[in-house]
């Protein structure tokens, strides 16, 4: 070993010594470095996105016109969770949650931690305490147009406040990124549209919230309505299509569609079936569907009908489908935190610049190295005085 080697291996010891271990550590030296996902509930969706969902530890944003289902999307990946043993929190900055809905969606409303925050500031940082916890899986914000600064509603209408909401999402971010990769928790920041004026060529839409958002974000979503789904003349759903503007785990610009049914949520079986018949394992001939033999159904309306009564036929092609796209099956429980034990919340938040005091223990001694030092430097002025 020569002293480029020792020098190195000492820094690294000392590293380990004042950061923790894991703190830094040979690429080569994970056991997974693997990105683990979960799922969006459809599985087109999934499929788009590369890794079977939205990767964990990451910032997500999802944006499209109004009533295009970015909710909708966004309370599925919150019951996937659920579904595989996952917590998850509900930051509803716009105050238009429906808890009915979700739970006809699949959420677990009872075991959802929701927020309604007064100001922007609150929200986000309730969101990285959440975050900090190590206990979330997922954390919804709804949505970031809706996170108003403090001062801007503490001011009169028609007050100027230039790039308030801005800088206040490119604070948070720089504290959530690091805190998610941490808790392994995925961020979805739901977002609106807003339109550039005088813009000539292009497209005038953007994104309200500044551009941190933007870069912050491994995974983006582009959700729009296509068409209705109509039951004659009534209409009960909307054909949607998501696009992967922005994808870092997976190549991006890869597109899915699928039914969002009134009341129901986005619908599995159709997403099924549309998927099935690209790969070529279910077959249409004409308006009927087939699969090994055995019809499904003459229409789609019918064939997801089918995949509704028949389960069992249900999970064994959504297996056969993400076998052929190499793509797992979630775990029935979802993947721990990569560090032992939670993130230490209280040793590592700084909300404010004054020095928060510390917890008494049971004992009625304070356990903080803040407090130890005060205290060792009290005694220290008192031997001074004394001597």
């Known amino acids: 070993m020569d002293d480029r080697e020792k020098s190195l291996e000492m820094t690294v010891g000392q590293i380990m010594k004042q950061f923790g271990q894991g703190s830094i550590m040979r690429l080569g030296e994970r056991g997974n470095v693997g990105v683990a996902a979960i799922p969006t509930g459809a599985l087109a969706l999934d499929l788009a996105l590369g890794i079977g969902g939205l990767p964990r530890g990451r910032v997500v944003e999802i944006f499209g016109p109004e009533a295009s289902g970015k909710s909708t999307l966004a309370m599925h990946v919150v019951a996937e969770a659920q579904r595989n043993g996952g917590v998850c929190a509900y930051v509803d900055a716009e105050h238009a949650m429906d808890p009915v809905y979700a739970a006809a969606i699949g959420v677990n409303v009872d075991e959802l931690y929701i927020s309604q925050p007064d100001t922007g500031e609150q929200g986000l940082e309730i969101a990285d305490m959440l975050i900090r916890s190590g206990a979330l899986d997922v954390v919804v914000i709804d949505s970031v147009a809706a996170l108003v600064p403090r001062a801007e509603i503490e001011g009169e209408m028609g007050d100027h406040h230039v790039g308030l909401q801005a800088r206040l999402m490119s604070q948070a971010l720089r504290k959530l990124t690091a805190n998610l990769n941490r808790s392994r928790t995925i961020c979805i920041f739901i977002n609106q549209l807003r339109e550039k004026i005088g813009v000539m060529f292009g497209s005038p839409e953007t994104t309200p919230g500044g551009r941190a958002l933007k870069f912050y974000s491994s995974v983006r979503l582009d959700i729009r309505r296509v068409e209705a789904i109509k039951d004659g003349v009534e209409v009960i759903g909307n054909r949607t299509r998501v696009k992967v503007v922005k994808n870092k785990v997976a190549p991006p610009f890869r597109q899915a569609e699928f039914d969002i049914m009134y009341g129901k949520g986005i619908s599995r079986e159709g997403s099924l079936l549309d998927v099935g018949v690209d790969l070529g394992i279910v077959k249409k001939s004409g308006a009927w569907f087939t699969y090994e033999g055995e019809q499904l159904g003459q229409g789609r309306e019918n064939a997801k009908q089918f995949f509704t009564e028949n389960l069992d036929l249900m999970i064994e092609i959504s297996d056969k489908i993400r076998t052929a796209v190499g793509i797992e099956e979630p775990s029935e429980t979802?993947?721990?935190?990569?560090?032992?034990?939670?993130?230490?919340?209280?040793?590592?938040?700084?909300?404010?610049?004054?020095?928060?005091?510390?917890?008494?223990?049971?004992?009625?001694?304070?356990?903080?190295?803040?407090?130890?030092?005060?205290?060792?430097?009290?005694?220290?002025?008192?031997?001074?005085?004394?001597?």
């Not at 993130?343 to 510390?358: M, N, Q, S």
């Not at 190295?369 to 031997?383: G, N, P």
């Open 334 to 387: 979802v993947d721990p935190p990569p560090v032992d034990g939670p993130v230490d919340a209280k040793a590592e938040i700084d909300l404010t610049d004054e020095e928060v005091p510390a917890k008494p223990a049971k004992n009625g001694r304070s356990t903080s190295k803040a407090s130890k030092a005060k205290a060792s430097a009290a005694e220290t002025e008192i031997l001074e005085i004394e001597g």
